[in-house]
Protein backbone atom coordinates (compact mmCIF):
# COMPACT_ATOMS: atom_id res chain seq x y z
CA UNK A 1 0.00 0.00 0.00
CA UNK A 2 2.69 2.62 1.19
CA UNK A 3 4.68 1.85 -2.00
CA UNK A 4 1.99 1.93 -4.57
CA UNK A 5 1.10 5.48 -2.73
CA UNK A 6 4.48 7.09 -2.89
CA UNK A 7 4.25 6.50 -7.09
CA UNK A 8 0.66 8.24 -6.77
CA UNK A 9 -0.09 11.92 -7.52
CA UNK A 10 -1.59 13.44 -4.44
CA UNK A 11 -5.24 13.92 -5.96
CA UNK A 12 -4.92 10.11 -7.25
CA UNK A 13 -4.40 8.91 -4.20
CA UNK A 14 -8.04 8.95 -2.30
CA UNK A 15 -9.43 7.55 -5.43
CA UNK A 16 -6.59 4.38 -5.28
CA UNK A 17 -8.12 3.53 -1.51
CA UNK A 18 -11.94 3.90 -2.36
CA UNK A 19 -11.06 1.12 -5.36
CA UNK A 20 -9.04 -0.73 -2.79
CA UNK A 21 -12.23 -0.70 -0.26
CA UNK A 22 -14.43 -2.00 -2.65
CA UNK A 23 -12.24 -4.51 -4.05
CA UNK A 24 -11.90 -5.60 -0.24
CA UNK A 25 -15.88 -5.48 0.23
CA UNK A 26 -16.52 -7.33 -3.05
CA UNK A 27 -14.57 -9.93 -1.98
CA UNK A 28 -15.91 -10.70 1.23
CA UNK A 29 -19.24 -10.46 0.04
CA UNK A 30 -20.70 -7.46 1.58
CA UNK A 31 -20.69 -5.10 -1.52
CA UNK A 32 -23.96 -3.37 -2.41
CA UNK A 33 -23.34 -3.21 -6.45
CA UNK A 34 -26.77 -1.37 -7.12
CA UNK A 35 -26.12 1.05 -4.13
CA UNK A 36 -22.58 1.71 -5.52
CA UNK A 37 -23.73 2.27 -8.79
CA UNK A 38 -26.14 4.80 -7.33
CA UNK A 39 -23.40 6.18 -5.71
CA UNK A 40 -21.01 6.44 -8.99
CA UNK A 41 -23.64 7.26 -11.30
CA UNK A 42 -26.27 9.16 -10.03
CA UNK A 43 -30.33 8.02 -11.07
CA UNK A 44 -29.92 7.99 -14.83
CA UNK A 45 -33.28 8.30 -16.06
CA UNK A 46 -34.35 10.47 -18.35
CA UNK A 47 -37.86 11.48 -16.88
CA UNK A 48 -38.98 14.14 -14.45
CA UNK A 49 -38.17 13.45 -11.12
CA UNK A 50 -41.43 11.58 -9.21
CA UNK A 51 -41.90 14.48 -6.56
CA UNK A 52 -41.35 18.57 -6.90
CA UNK A 53 -38.68 19.91 -5.30
CA UNK A 54 -40.17 21.89 -2.25
CA UNK A 55 -38.98 25.68 -2.27
CA UNK A 56 -36.87 25.70 0.83
CA UNK A 57 -34.62 22.90 -0.67
CA UNK A 58 -33.64 25.07 -3.69
CA UNK A 59 -30.09 25.00 -3.35
CA UNK A 60 -30.01 21.35 -3.80
CA UNK A 61 -30.09 21.12 -7.89
CA UNK A 62 -32.40 19.68 -10.01
CA UNK A 63 -29.99 16.29 -10.67
CA UNK A 64 -29.51 16.01 -6.60
CA UNK A 65 -33.16 16.11 -6.18
CA UNK A 66 -33.71 13.12 -8.52
CA UNK A 67 -30.83 11.90 -7.00
CA UNK A 68 -31.77 12.05 -3.48
CA UNK A 69 -35.18 10.60 -4.38
CA UNK A 70 -33.69 7.77 -6.41
CA UNK A 71 -31.82 6.81 -3.15
CA UNK A 72 -34.48 7.25 -0.59
CA UNK A 73 -36.57 4.65 -2.19
CA UNK A 74 -33.75 2.24 -2.54
CA UNK A 75 -33.12 2.49 0.97
CA UNK A 76 -34.74 3.54 4.41
CA UNK A 77 -31.78 4.62 5.63
CA UNK A 78 -31.78 7.14 3.07
CA UNK A 79 -35.42 7.86 3.75
CA UNK A 80 -35.08 9.63 6.74
CA UNK A 81 -32.53 12.14 5.02
CA UNK A 82 -35.05 12.87 2.63
CA UNK A 83 -37.38 13.22 5.44
CA UNK A 84 -34.67 15.29 7.68
CA UNK A 85 -34.27 17.88 4.67
CA UNK A 86 -38.24 18.54 4.05
CA UNK A 87 -38.79 19.47 7.68
Known sequence: FDF???????RHKLTYVFH????ILEEAGNLDKSSLS???KGD??????SEQKPEHV???GDN?????LHLSHS???FLK???ALLE
Open 38 to 40: LFL
Open 58 to 60: KWL
Open 20 to 23: LACM
Open 64 to 68: GWKDL
Open 44 to 49: TSVGLP
Open 81 to 83: VKD
Open 4 to 10: TCTGLFE
Open 75 to 77: SDS
